[in-house]
């Protein structure tokens, strides 16, 4: 027979070492839920937060008042006496703006730098006795203001006699996409315009050589096309996005003869397998190109750009054209301003910070004051995920009086993957919006001038797995005074 036989002191050790182990285990930092896949890269992460951009539309089309030139233009008309890239960045940064991208080729095929590739360039140009490089003069200011750079390479070319031969052509664009991406590093984004005429010559492009050779030559690129690879196209050129706006896609179905393309690229698809992006492109004018009889768009439009654009998940790509003199005209700049004032004076302050917020559950240490700080990306609440399909909540109370507001602001953390697909915000218990996605921001304007309430419930009603809501906001925006409607 075995004994047992344990001293009073014996039993005091174990029992306070078996309360450090309950310690222990109960103070262990909470894990983050599992992503949801597809992903965004660094590289697109980083693109998202910039929320606005900047096209410069110059050229020939400048100095002919044309749209679309038709190739045969003399490069003798392509002289901006006054040209100054250092005006325009300093436009850029007053307009809060981290990307800068030029036309370096349009479908005229002028070419702004002197490629050694074909004359039909700034070299023939009598500006600076053709010694000059509009892109890298562009590249220099835009790096004095701390401002990153893009470029834009139209793949239909008016001008060159290879443009209708596959093999020809597509040796000639690739060797001047290999001479920008060398001559000028540190390229963010480069732009392939999908757009040609309807009597083009038929041509093959070679997407998936240009594509490997941009991420070979400079790896944190992004690349826009229609289809991506890491930002599409919105689907219209009016700075407005799908109502609901999906930042996934399955790029195997962008096919550009489909009869629904333009819808697909427009929403996305919940179910698609691949990240890619939408970015809403508009020019503050009627043309891309500076045409003298025409005047930047009014604020109020450029607030519903806003809006619908980075207000639906996409990031806004707003063109803003140099005119003959290679100046960005004062009334244009001024309306710059005006617009970044607005937005500052809209979203300075949040309402949301000075009231009660309550959730439907929580997840450990990921609690609703996550969405009250200034990480928009990787802070955040999460619910229990012991249900994927739970009624999940948020309510903002007053703690004292009334809310004065007009604007809800919703993100996601969508680092970990977008999740939302269908939610609600009511009002004082009443049901005001029924919206779908929601994404890296979605912004909501109530009805009329201002709403005064108590509380404000935002309900997450589908979403694939548990959602994560990085930021909540109630703002108020004095310029709105139109009536929302439901879609």
Known sequence: MVRLWCSSLSITLLFQQLIRLCISWSVQTPTPPLPILPLPTYSQLKWQQREIIMFFHFGVNTFSDREWGTGQENPAIFNPTGLNTTQWAT??????????????????????????????????????????????????????????????????????????????????????????????????????????GANAKNMTYYFSDWFSMVKELQSSINIFSDAGPDVRWVGDETGSAGYTCWSTINRTSLSIGSPDIIQYINTGDPKGTDWLPAECDVSIRKGWFWHKSESPKKLSELLDIYYNSVGRNCVLLLNVPPNTSGLITEVDANRLKEFRSAIKTIFHQNLAEDCFVKVSSQRGGFGPEKMLDSDHLWSYWAPRDDDDEKDHWVEIWAKEGRLRFNVVRIQEAIGLGQRIKRHEIYVDGKLIIKATTVGYKRLHRLDGGEVHARGVRIRIRKARGVPLISSIGLHYDPFWHSKFTVS
């Not at 000639?172 to 392939?192: C, D, G, S, T």
Request: with cysteine; proline share 5%; charged share 20%.
């Open 91 to 196: 436009v850029a940064a007053d307009a809060g703006v981290s990307l800068m991208i030029l036309t370096a080729k349009h479908h005229d095929g002028f070419c702004l730098w002197p490629s050694k590739y074909t004359d039909h360039s700034v070299i023939s140009s009598p500006w600076q006795g053709g010694k000059g490089d509009v892109v890298q003069d562009f590249v220099n200011a835009a790096t004095a203001q701390g401002i990153d750079v893009g470029v834009y390479l139209s793949p239909w070319d008016r001008h060159d006699p290879r443009y209708g031969n596959d093999l020809l052509y597509n040796q000639y664009y690739l060797a001047q996409l290999q001479e920008l991406l060398k001559k000028y590093p540190n390229v963010r984004e480069i732009w392939f315009d999908g757009a040609k």
